[in-house]
């Protein structure tokens, strides 16, 4: 006796399928083909939103009247040397933004710098907060 299985009639029953043998090769390539894929899709995500080459957090604000909050904000940048700007504002107690100031972080030495502004409010102001930083500076705020 043979321990190979019988054949089949190829007409009735169709051509057989790969040796087992060769089916896990198939299989596992094609496994190590979609792992390789993963890993590249993760370096190109990772490359892409790895983070922001500013970043602002607030540091503290006042409220000074019924109409102005000075609001102190942190800007860390990953070039000093190249200017950014930031958005701040003011919110009231509803939540609602009541005023808005983008501003100038002009280049330093240092890579977190703090820069403090008074940001006017249409209505009673409760919070002063940073709505975000980004390096692309509008001409209107470069000096010229």
Do not use: W
Not at 23 to 33: E, I, K, M, N, P
Not at 75 to 92: F, N
């Amino acid at each position: 006796m043979t321990d190979r299985p019988p054949q089949l009639p190829q007409e009735r029953y169709g051509r057989q399928g790969l040796p087992p043998a060769t089916r896990r090769r198939v299989a596992f390539a094609l496994g190590v083909l979609v792992l390789a894929a993963g890993v590249v899709l993760a370096l190109i995500a990772y490359q892409r939103f790895e983070g922001n080459d500013v970043e602002g957090k607030i540091a503290t604000y006042q409220v000074i009247d019924d109409q102005t909050v000075s609001v102190t904000i942190s800007v860390t940048r990953k070039d000093p040397s190249q200017p950014v700007h930031c958005i701040v504002r003011v919110r009231s107690h509803d939540g609602d933004e009541t005023g808005r100031r983008e501003i100038l972080v002009p280049p330093a030495q240092a890579a977190t710098v703090q820069v403090t502004t008074f940001v006017k409010s249409y209505k009673r102001p409760f919070v002063g907060d940073i709505y975000g930083c980004g390096t692309d500076v509008p001409s209107y705020l470069v000096a010229a």
